[in-house]
């Protein structure tokens, strides 16, 4: 149990909401130290328990509504937990999401399952400090090969962390086969984005798939191909994609071998904002475009600038779209709204003078779960739309 004391004045406006930031706390007691376990208190009322950060504006994150210890036991637990459900909505995978941070009661912890290879991010300094209690709680659910940590990111700096990577545990593969939905790709997660793989769009990727078939596809900033593969093995007849990255390029066309798709894609690296703007002046059309730009909008003082950018990629690619063509438009940014979202492809829209049929809309797969309280764990939303 938690032996150390916060108490916080919050404002009903923020509910239970798992960060306690600096200006709500009040007092403490027992004078906690960074990554300390602390029970907090909202005018003696228990809130929860949670990890206390003095370096950071989010001095606490809570991990629990009860007075119990952040421990071994817990972790395993949550893990537990987390597996139980992906197992039941993602049947027959072996390879997502784990833990994906406070939507999974484990506050900034994410891990990334690539079969018996795991993948760690800590965005907070109490999780950071028990790197090994996270390694041994691994290893207790599942038959671990290696956990490397993935902590090279801009995140880190609130929180006072270093940036680094390495291996925790084990020996790791270079290059992993993962599956999604019967698709294989290679993921380096070493030297890849992020973990090395995207698993949050699976939904969009399969709704990709089903809509491609006889389809000429445009795959806009594609990484290492996971909608432009699902594209051609749907039947597409022709995929383009394009990403910034020559390194995921290389990848990208590996996977198509590695599908036996590859004759069928072709993998540019380019800015994206030429690409669409050169393929527009050659006249060069496709019937499916999907574009899943990265988050344009990082914080709150970037929404007029993201939004500007949205709009403008978006309409880009609507000016591509013959009669009949689908848009498959994704953001990644939290507060691009789905309301901002919309306005901004209405806009779009307007630029180039088409008219769209929504045809659906797509969020995060089921292994990147919202937390309640937490409006900040859902932010990647998008539309399918249809020119007239
Ligand atoms: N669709 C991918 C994930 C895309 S992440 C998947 O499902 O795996 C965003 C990608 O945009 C990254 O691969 C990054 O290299 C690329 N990128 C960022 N800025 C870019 C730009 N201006 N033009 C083209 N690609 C860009």
Request: aromatic share 8%; with cysteine; glycine share 8%.
């Amino acid at each position: 149990m938690p032996v150390k004391v916060v108490h916080v004045v919050r404002k009903k406006s923020r509910g239970q909401h798992a960060w306690v930031f600096s200006n709500e706390v009040t007092e403490t007691e027992g004078n906690p130290g960074p990554g300390d376990t602390v029970q907090v208190f909202d005018r003696k009322r228990l809130l929860g328990s949670g990890i206390y950060n003095p370096h950071s504006l989010i001095r606490v994150r809570l991990y629990s509504e009860q007075n119990e210890e952040l421990d071994a036991a817990l972790i395993q637990r949550r893990i537990e937990t987390a597996l139980a459900y992906r197992k039941a909505s993602l049947p027959g995978e072996n390879d997502f999401r784990l833990m994906f941070s406070e939507s999974d009661r484990v506050p900034g912890l994410v891990i990334d399952k690539y079969g018996n290879h795991f993948v760690v991010q800590t965005y907070s300094l109490g999780l950071d400090m028990r790197h090994e209690l996270v390694v041994a709680a691994l290893r207790e659910v599942f038959d671990v090969a290696s956990v490397i940590e993935k902590n090279d990111f801009r995140l880190r700096d609130p929180e006072g962390l270093p940036r680094r990577a390495g291996v925790l545990f084990g020996t790791p593969e270079p290059r992993i086969v993962i599956s999604e939905t019967g698709v294989k790709f290679y993921v380096d997660p070493a030297g890849g984005q992020k973990t090395g793989y995207y698993f949050d769009h699976r939904l969009t990727r399969r709704k990709v798939r089903q809509l491609s078939a006889g389809r000429k596809v445009l795959d806009v900033f594609s990484y290492t191909g996971s909608f432009a593969i699902n594209a051609a093995l749907g039947g597409a007849e022709s995929v383009v994609a394009v990403d910034a990255s020559a390194a995921a390029a290389t990848i990208a066309t590996d996977n198509s071998v590695l599908n036996g798709v590859a004759d069928k894609c072709e993998f540019a690296t380019d800015n994206a904002f030429t690409a669409l703007t050169e393929l527009d002046a050659r006249g060069r059309q496709f019937d499916l475009i999907n574009l899943d730009p990265p988050a344009f909008i990082k914080a709150q003082k970037d929404k007029d600038a993201g939004m500007r950018g949205y709009r403008q990629i978006n309409a880009l690619a609507m000016k591509l779209l013959p009669p009949g063509g689908i848009l498959v438009s994704s953001s990644c940014s939290h507060y691009l709204f789905w309301q901002d979202m919309l306005d901004m492809l209405v806009a779009a829209a307007q630029d180039v003078g088409r008219e769209f049929t929504i045809l659906d809309r797509t969020t995060q797969g089921p292994d990147h779960p919202v937390l309640l309280s937490m409006p900040e764990s859902e932010y990647l939303r998008g539309f399918i739309l249809q020119v007239s």
